[in-house]
């Protein structure tokens, strides 16, 4: 068995013991909805989907990314209780879409273009016992020459990763909300 193979096996051991003691505590499902892609052909739409405090924001609020806390030290933003293979629903256009969370609470559809034009439109993403939530999804017009596909590491947020130590506390320890853009980016 290799190394990668045990860290999986024990982060979901970890995890189905902490479903079970946030189940006991009463904490609830939340999804947070994330910003999906298309093109004219077919388009994908992510989420996530957490368990939850009952009393947090992101359990109370539609909308609220019950994985985004900003002023959160970065460590706690791995130390999550993933509900797995949890059913969910999506809306977006005239077509609903049926399915389950990976093993790591992940929504992750890939589906037909229903008709949606280029620009911006919005899914809706449902679960039993939570607010619904929205992911953005932007359909690609064709007929553009150039597009961007950027990565956040170092070239929208400073992490200095090819210094480990550095990345590794700026990951780790340093507060979510401290992040630094880097220069210029949002102009760009």
Do not use: C
């Not at 956040?152 to 990951?171: E, F, G």
């Amino acid at each position: 068995m290799a190394f990668s193979d045990i860290v999986r096996k024990t982060e979901q051991t970890i995890n189905k013991t902490a479903v079970k003691y946030a189940s006991k505590r009463g904490w609830v499902p939340a999804i947070s909805g994330y910003t999906g892609y298309g093109s004219k052909n077919s388009i994908r739409i992510f989420g996530r989907v957490l368990a939850v405090d009952p009393e947090s924001p992101s359990a109370k609020q539609p909308g609220a990314h019950p994985d985004d806390r900003p002023e959160q030290r970065g460590w706690r933003q791995f130390l999550t209780v993933q509900l797995t293979d949890f059913p969910f629903t999506v809306n977006i256009g005239d077509k609903e879409v049926h399915a389950q969370t990976d093993a790591n609470g992940y929504i992750d559809i890939s589906m037909d273009n229903p008709g949606l034009e280029p620009g911006w439109h919005t899914a809706k993403i449902s679960i039993q016992g939570a607010q619904d939530a929205t992911a953005d999804v932007m359909v690609a017009d064709s007929d553009r020459p150039v597009g961007i596909i950027s990565d956040i590491d170092d070239t929208i947020l400073v992490t200095w990763l090819p210094r480990a130590m550095v990345a590794a506390w700026n990951s780790w320890v340093k507060r979510t909300n401290t992040r630094m853009p880097v220069d210029g980016m949002a102009a760009f």
